[in-house]
């Protein structure tokens, strides 16, 4: 056995595989190391990474300014108990503050995008009182504990549904998906029935305090509104006096262009959450961010929620040194010019491959939609496919691409292009060229 084999097994012998049988936890590639859009494994052979790990590492790997700003708190002081205040809490906040939507300036810090949309839950249920239903959508995914997961529409719900690990009062809305229009109308004549709709549950069902979205759908569709629905969405809210939450948790941190998917339609949320980019990764953090509005209703009621490690030092150390790279690269002017590539290569890619049912995206945030027959658009897998034991097409071309030197993450139906944000317009070509050969795989199984 090589030293590397040694360390796999004395890894996965003594841990849990998250979001999968256990079985299938035996030989996860060694990672050696990761610079630049690169992760090297044991042999140093570059993989070039087109989705930054799980859409988190947005600057890339190894980014020198971010992990020196960590080393620097770490040396002063790693960490201390949230009830101080500190002047890395004090640094971290005005720097999201450039960002943060304005009117968002109210800020509770935990360490994933799960704590940041279950804290948003409890906010929302305790400003809401007697309101306490939420409103989801069947293609998202909102995190992993009992809130996060009853939020979720995809199959991880169903998973935690069984085992009685999920919490009641959320009801799900049909979803904005042009390319399986659950309503089965066409863009424009919809009239986007799917935003309408949610206005007539909110009416029926009573008691809705709010609705939670993901802007672009990431995890499960990289689903991008027609243009007319978010701002109508913001409207039904107001006019239901119900709260908007957006979950900015992938779709955040110029993953979409600008800082927030949100801003691309100019819509303003009640509260909003984050993670995975907000450090790029360096650091687990997460964010709620609310209006002032709905922290003073908190004065002089408990705000009944909170972490040992929320406002963690070493975490809040990673948020300005991010910011200030995000800045930095959007004024280069690069990741625009880099996007318009992509689409433009992701497009061309369709012409190639009969596999690829749809192409659709923004930014850097781009899915590929695998199916086995173009005309009549019958998937290849479908949504209960998920974590059974049937093999699923997309799994089958991104296993291929690894083993060519392209690490893409797959879901049940699609493949995700969503490169570091420092990615060049040569690097995408180069993930573009392994795509073109492992796209074969499918299209020898289409019709
Ligand atoms: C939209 C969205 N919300 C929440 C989460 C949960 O974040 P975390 O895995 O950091 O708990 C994710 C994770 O992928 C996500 O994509």
Same mark, same amino acid.
């Given at each position: ?12 012998? =003594? ?25 090297? $494994? ?6 070039? $990474? ?103 529409? $995809? ?137 002032? @509005?709905?922290?003073? =209703? ?6 009944? =929620? ?76 479908? @949504? ?19 083993? @060519? ?43």
């Amino acid at each position: 056995m090589t030293k590397t084999e040694e360390m796999v097994k004395a890894l996965t012998e =003594h841990t849990y595989g998250t979001w999968r049988r256990q079985e299938g936890w035996k030989t996860p590639l060694f990672i050696k190391d990761a610079e630049g859009v690169y992760i090297y $494994d044991e042999k140093n052979r570059p993989i070039l $990474d087109f989705s930054s790990q799980l859409m988190c590492s947005n600057l890339g790997h190894k980014n020198k300014v971010i992990i020196e700003a960590i080393v620097k708190q770490a040396e002063k002081m790693p960490y201390i108990s949230p009830g101080f205040a500190c002047e890395i809490r004090a640094k971290a906040t005005a720097a999201l503050l450039t960002v943060l939507p304005k009117g968002l300036d109210q800020i509770f810090y935990s360490t994933s995008g799960t704590e940041a949309n279950e804290a948003a839950m409890k906010i929302t249920r305790q400003y809401m009182f007697p309101n306490f239903k939420v409103i989801s959508r069947y293609h998202s995914y909102h995190g992993a504990t009992a809130v996060g997961v009853s939020l979720t529409g $995809d199959t991880r719900r169903f998973y935690a549904e069984r085992a009685r690990c999920t919490v009641p009062g959320i009801v799900f809305a049909p979803d904005v998906y042009c390319y399986r229009c659950p309503f089965g109308l066409k863009y424009p004549d919809c009239n986007i029935q799917c935003v309408e709709y949610l206005d007539y549950m909110i009416k029926e069902e009573g008691n809705v305090a709010a609705i939670f979205i993901e802007p672009v759908v990431g995890t499960n569709g990289k689903l991008v509104p027609p243009k007319e629905y978010l701002p109508r969405l913001k409207e039904i809210c107001d006019e239901n006096g119900i709260l908007l939450i957006a979950d900015e948790v992938m779709s955040g941190w110029y993953r979409t262009g600008p800082a927030w998917a949100l801003d691309n339609w100019n819509v303003k949320p009640d509260i909003l959450t984050t993670a995975k980019g907000c450090s790029a990764a360096y650091a687990p953090v997460g964010v709620t961010a609310t209006t002032k @509005k709905i922290k003073d =209703h908190f004065e002089d009621k408990v705000m009944c =929620h909170g972490h040992t490690y929320a406002m963690h030092p070493l975490v809040l150390a990673a948020i300005p040194a991010a910011i200030a790279e995000y800045k930095k690269l959007m004024a280069s002017g690069l990741p625009k010019k880099v996007s318009k590539h992509m689409e433009k290569k992701l497009s061309e890619l369709k012409k190639r491959h009969e596999c690829i049912g749809d192409v659709r995206g923004i930014g850097h945030f781009w899915a590929l939609e695998l199916v086995k027959n173009r005309k009549t658009r019958e998937p290849f897998n479908v @949504k209960a496919d998920k974590f059974t034991t049937k093999p699923i097409m997309t799994d089958k071309v991104a296993a291929a691409a690894l083993k @060519k030197g392209l690490y893409i993450v797959s879901w049940y139906d699609h493949l995700c292009v969503a490169p570091p944000l420092i990615i060049t317009e040569k690097q995408v070509d180069e993930g573009i060229a392994v795509l073109d050969e492992v796209l074969k795989i499918g299209d020898q199984n289409a019709d």
